[in-house]
C-alpha cells in the first residue's frame, strides 16, 4: 500500500469553479501536511500547510484535514487557467523521522 | 531573500561514471534533504542533514550519498551511474527538518546514457 495517495487526473474543471483535490495517508503518527503546486517543467512550491484538523483557508485555497479518517484535501475556489498544475501533497513521516512522503500528484486541468 | 540554488542544473553522464550535484539552502536554513522524482515515481526522498549530520535516509542503494558542510551546503553524490538513475533531483531547505515547510531549489536534471 502506498503510503502517500492521489488520485493522478487529470481532473478537468471549468474557469471559476471549485477544483477538490484528495489525499490519503497511511501512517497514523504523521503529523504535519502540506500541498506543493508544480507547474510543469519547474520545481514544487508550497501553497498550504496543515497541522490540525479542520479548515484552513488561504486565500482561494482551503486545505482541510481529517487525522480520524486520515484524509487531506485541498479546495481551488475562482479555479483560474494560471492553476493549471500537478498538485502534491506531502506528508511529514512522524516525529523523529525528518522526511516527507510525497503523493505522486494530481494534475489539474482548468479550462477558460 | 536569496532562494535555494543547485547546481549544475542539467547534465549528461554515461553509465559507470559518477555524479556530484550541489545544493546551497536558504540563509538561516539548517536542514537540507533532497529528493528524487522520475515520471513514474514521483518524488522520493533521498536523505536530510541537519547541521552536517544525516539524520534520515531513504531506501535507495548505498550509490547514493550525500554530505553537509559547516555552511549547511549539501552536495550529493551518484557513484556508478545506471539508466534508472536519470532524473531531477531537486533539494529542499527548511528551518528545522521535520514540522517546517520545505522550499526547493530548480533541481539537477541528470541524464544517463
Known amino acids: 500500500q502506498k503510503e502517500v495517495e492521489q488520485n493522478s487526473g487529470p481532473l478537468s474543471v471549468p474557469e471559476g469553479a471549485i477544483a477538490s483535490l484528495n489525499c490519503t495517508y497511511s501512517?497514523?503518527?504523521?503529523?504535519?501536511f502540506f500541498w506543493y503546486r508544480q507547474y510543469s517543467g519547474k520545481s514544487p512550491e508550497l501553497i498550504m500547510s496543515?497541522?490540525?484538523?479542520g479548515d484552513k483557508e488561504d486565500g482561494r485555497f482551503t486545505a482541510q484535514l481529517n487525522k480520524a479518517s486520515q484524509y487531506v484535501s485541498l479546495l481551488i475556489r475562482d479555479s483560474q487557467p494560471s492553476d493549471s498544475a500537478t498538485y502534491l501533497c506531502?506528508?511529514?513521516?512522524?516525529?523523529?523521522?525528518?522526511?516527507?512522503?510525497f503523493g505522486t500528484g494530481t494534475r489539474l486541468k482548468v479550462l477558460a | 531573500k536569496a532562494g535555494v540554488t543547485q547546481t549544475p542544473r542539467y547534465l549528461i553522464k554515461t553509465r559507470g561514471q559518477q555524479v556530484t550535484l550541489s545544493c546551497s539552502p536558504i540563509?538561516?536554513?539548517?536542514?537540507v534533504s533532497w529528493y528524487q522524482q522520475t515520471p513514474g515515481q514521483g518524488l522520493q526522498f533521498l536523505f536530510e542533514?541537519?547541521?552536517?549530520?544525516?539524520?534520515n535516509k531513504g531506501n535507495f542503494p548505498g550509490r547514493f550519498s550525500g554530505r553537509q558542510f559547516s555552511n549547511s551546503r549539501s552536495e550529493m553524490n551518484v557513484s556508478t551511474l545506471e539508466l534508472g538513475d536519470s532524473a531531477l533531483y531537486l533539494c529542499?531547505?527548511?528551518?528545522?527538518?521535520?514540522?517546517?515547510?520545505?522550499?526547493f531549489g530548480e533541481g539537477s536534471r541528470l541524464t544517463v546514457l
Open positions: 496543515i497541522y490540525s484538523n
Open positions: 540563509s538561516g536554513h539548517r536542514s
Open positions: 501512517d497514523r503518527v504523521s503529523q504535519s
Open positions: 542533514y541537519f547541521s552536517e549530520t544525516q539524520r
Open positions: 529542499a531547505s527548511s528551518l528545522r527538518g521535520f514540522v517546517g515547510e520545505l522550499f
Open positions: 506531502a506528508v511529514n513521516a512522524g516525529s523523529g523521522t525528518y522526511k516527507y512522503i
